[in-house]
């Protein structure tokens, strides 16, 4: 059941009940709240971008050199070669792999592949891109 759905049950014969008013009013400030979440969180997010060059070092940024190596290695390398866990090598040379990571999670990668298949290759962009659709649909 939407919001619209409950204040039309609100109104009796077409007039407006007071609930109905009541309820117009509670949606129109929760799109107002939002936006102004919104409004800060692209603020507070871009602020830092643009301060750090948009490295930021917030919690651990050595993970997001970790993920563009993750990311480049299974696209350089492919899946098989790690048995679907990380490859940590930092080197480009067929012997440097794999070097297989264990310690974390895998999904972190695929995201940052994807952006590497869409041809945007360096890490600035890619924490860029992934701050503000991931954290502006937190």
Same mark, same amino acid.
């Given at each position: 059941?939407?919001?619209? @759905?409950?204040?039309? =049950?609100?109104?009796?014969?077409?007039?407006? =009940?007071? %609930?109905?008013?009541?309820?117009?009013?509670?949606?129109?400030?929760?799109?107002?709240?939002?936006?102004?979440?919104?409004?800060?969180?692209?603020?507070?997010?871009? &602020? /830092?971008?643009?301060?750090?060059?948009?490295?930021?070092?917030?919690?651990?940024?050595?993970?997001?050199?970790?993920?563009?190596?993750?990311?480049?290695?299974?696209?350089?390398?492919?899946?098989?070669?790690?048995?679907?866990?990380? @490859?940590?090598?930092?080197?480009?040379?067929? %012997?440097?792999?794999?070097?297989?990571?264990?310690?974390?999670?895998?999904?972190?990668?695929?995201?940052?592949? %994807?952006?590497?298949?869409?041809?945007?290759? =360096?890490?600035?962009?890619?924490?860029?891109? /992934? %701050? /503000?659709?991931?954290? &502006?649909? &937190?």
């Amino acid at each position: 059941m939407t919001v619209t @759905d409950v204040i039309g =049950t609100a109104e009796v014969l077409g007039r407006p =009940t007071p %609930a109905a008013g009541w309820l117009r009013s509670v949606a129109q400030s929760r799109v107002r709240y939002l936006v102004a979440a919104m409004t800060v969180y692209f603020a507070v997010v871009g &602020g /830092l971008l643009v301060y750090s060059d948009f490295l930021p070092y917030v919690t651990d940024n050595n993970e997001s050199f970790s993920m563009y190596f993750h990311a480049r290695n299974l696209m350089q390398f492919g899946l098989r070669s790690t048995a679907g866990l990380a @490859d940590e090598a930092n080197s480009s040379a067929p %012997a440097a792999h794999p070097y297989v990571y264990t310690h974390g999670g895998n999904f972190p990668r695929i995201p940052v592949l %994807a952006l590497m298949f869409l041809g945007i290759s =360096t890490v600035e962009q890619q924490i860029t891109i /992934l %701050a /503000l659709l991931v954290g &502006g649909a &937190g």
